[in-house]
């Protein structure tokens, strides 16, 4: 990979940025897939006796972890839900946006948390992936292991071609004044294909392709129940 994101410039337009983090929910809202991911693989580990925590590592401008905080407080379950991010820039932006009930915002890397011992029900990401190195990579998947009792859930986009002519010609008349659209065609550049990915990723974890050009990478702890796991602090060895 010979190029990398404006917006992983520390060094990039700050105005330009902040309306990129504004701008990420309008763009996710279209191709992460988040409603699918809520309704599918989240909503049905959640009740509305017993609490349940979901962490969100990477959350950047925070829409995901609030649409998740927001969809199921409507839904009636009981979600407390953590964004977690080491950039500055982006904590500041998710946390100057309007709070809600069971949303927190931290400043900190996956690692962090591992390093405190911290255990959250489901773990999940959004576009982080392929911001990673191959190093950086397998140590995130080490810490969200770790950070699980129960789910972890790494969605990204797919690398094809249409994918790439899709998103250029979708967003060219929009968001001139973020770096979404250039941001998204070096995203898409970068990112995996499923093979890829697969032959990345350590035993245990599974790539499953969804619409419209993305992959989820999925693990799931070992068979004891989420509520046994929870009394005993650990749901693997
Ligand atoms: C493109 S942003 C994704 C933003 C958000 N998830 C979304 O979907 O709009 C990727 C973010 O991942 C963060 N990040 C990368 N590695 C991380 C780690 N190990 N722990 C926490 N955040 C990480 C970066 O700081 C960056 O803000």
């Not at 401008?61 to 379950?77: E, Q």
């Amino acid at each position: 990979m010979d190029t990398v994101e404006i917006m992983d410039d520390p060094d990039c337009d700050p105005d330009m940025l902040r309306r990129t983090y504004a701008n990420f929910r309008y763009v996710n809202a279209v191709v992460s897939g988040l409603r699918h991911t809520y309704r599918h693989d989240i909503r049905p580990l959640l009740s509305a006796e017993v609490p349940h925590t979901l962490l969100d590592i990477g959350s950047g401008g925070g829409d995901v972890a609030r649409s998740l905080a927001r969809w199921a407080a409507r839904d009636g379950l009981r979600l407390a839900v953590t964004g977690i991010d080491p950039d500055a820039r982006a904590h500041d932006y998710a946390t100057s946006q309007p709070s809600l009930p069971g949303l927190t915002f931290r400043r900190a890397l996956s690692s962090d948390l591992v390093a405190a011992g911290e255990r959250f029900d489901i773990v999940l990401s959004n576009h982080v992936l392929h911001h990673l190195s191959a190093g950086e990579l397998g140590g995130l998947l080490v810490d969200s292991e770790r950070l699980s009792r129960a789910l972890v859930l790494h969605g990204d986009i797919e690398r094809a071609p249409l994918a790439y002519l899709g998103f250029g010609l979708g967003t060219w008349p929009f968001f001139r004044r973020s770096f979404i659209r250039d941001d998204g065609l070096t995203s898409i550049r970068r990112s995996f294909t499923r093979a890829e990915l697969a032959a990345s990723v350590p035993p245990g974890w599974t790539v499953h392709r969804e619409v419209p050009y993305r992959l989820m990478l999925r693990w799931s702890a070992p068979p004891v129940t989420l509520t046994a796991a929870r009394q005993t602090g650990r749901a693997h060895a």
